[in-house]
C-alpha cells in the first residue's frame, strides 16, 4: 500500500472550513483506493501569527520540507493588514516564500464547467459544446515578472523610464514544455503553446522550444497561437482547447479569463509543481480562490475548489491516477445530482438543492 506525507496548512477565513470536507474526501479516496495518507495539520496565515508570531511559522516551514505535498487552504485577513509591515504579511511572508522555497515552477490551473453548470456560465450556451474542460499551464517562476533590469528611473523634468525585461532560457522553456505535453496525455492529448512569435524575440525561442520538445510527444497534437488570438478564441470557443501552455504573464491573465468561465471561483482547483524526486513530485494544491472573509464561518462556502486540489495531488504528485478520476468524477455525480452551494444556485433550476459546505462534502464522500 503507497503512503504519503501531506502538510495540511488551512489557513484564514474560510480555509479551515474547506479543508475539513476536502480531508473527508481524501480519506473516503484512501479507503475505496488502497492508499494510506499520514496528514499532518499546521498553522499558516493570521493563523501562523496567532499560533507563533510570523505568518509562516518555523515548524510550519519544517513540516513542509518533510512532506511529500503541501494542500494548502488561503491566506489572507485584509482587516488585519494594516497591523503588520508589508512584507510580513500572509501572501508574501507564506505564499511567496513558499514558491520560492520549493522552487515551484509550474502552475496548473484546470478549468471544467460541467454541462449541469451551465447556468453559471457567462457565455452563450451554444458557445460550451459539451462543457467547458481547459487545463492553463504557466510558468511561474520567470519571465518579466522577474526578469532583470527591473526599475524605475528618473530622466529630470518630471519624466520617468519604468523598464522591466522578459527572458527565459531554453532550460526553462522545456522544463515547462514537459510539464504541458506529460498532461496533455492524461487528458484528450492536445496541447496549444501561446506566445507572440510575431512581435517578441522571446516568442521565437518558446515556439521553437516547445516545438522541438514536442517531438519527443507524437501522440499529443501540438498548435501554436498568438497570446490576442488565444484571448479572443478562449470567449469564441473555449470548447477546442485542451492544454494551453503559457509563460508568467500570458499565463497570469489567460487563467482568469478561462476561470471566469467556470461561474465561480468556488469550483476551481490549481497546482504548483516543484521537482520530481523518486517518482513523486512535490506540489502544492490550492482552491484559485482566496479566503473570502466576506463568507467564513457561515457554512456556505463551496468546497469544491478545495476538494478537487486534492484529486490534482493525487495525480500530479503520486501518480494516483484512478483515485483522482474517482474523486472528480464524484464531484460531477454531486453537480448533476442537483447539490449546490450559494455561489453555483440558480432557483429558476429545476432539481437543484441549495445546501452548505459541509453537506456539500457529505455528498461528495457519498458519491464516491
Ligand atoms: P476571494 O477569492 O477571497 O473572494 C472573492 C469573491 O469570491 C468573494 O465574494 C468570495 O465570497 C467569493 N468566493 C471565493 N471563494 C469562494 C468559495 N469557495 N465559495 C463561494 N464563494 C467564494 O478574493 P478577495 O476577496 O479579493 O481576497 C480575500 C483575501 O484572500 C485577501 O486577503 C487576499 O489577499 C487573499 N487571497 C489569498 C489567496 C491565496 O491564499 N492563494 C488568493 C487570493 C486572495
Redesign the pocket.
Known sequence: MNSFKIAVLA?D??GPE?MVEAVKVLRQAGRKFDFSLELTEAPVGWAGFDAAGKALPDATLDLCRKSDAILFG?????DRDPTVPKEQRP?RAA?LRIRKEFGLYANLRPVKLPKALAHACPLAADRQGDGIDILVLRELTGGIYFGQPKKTEDLGGGNQRATDTLVYTTGEIERIAHVGFKAARLRRKKLTSIDKANVLENGILWREVVTRVGREYPDVALEHMFVDNGAMQLMLRPTQFDVLLCENMFGDILSDEAAALAG???MLPSASLGATRQEKTFGFY??A???????AGKNI??PI?QILSTALMLRYSFGLQAAADGIEKAVSKAIEAGCR?G?IYNPRETGARKMGTREMGDAIVAAL
Open positions: 489557513g477565513g474560510i474547506v488561503s491566506v489572507g485577513l485584509p501572501e505564499l465561480s471561483l468556488g490550492e482552491p480562490g482566496g479566503s473570502a472573509p466576506d463568507i462556502a463551496n475548489a452551494t455561489d
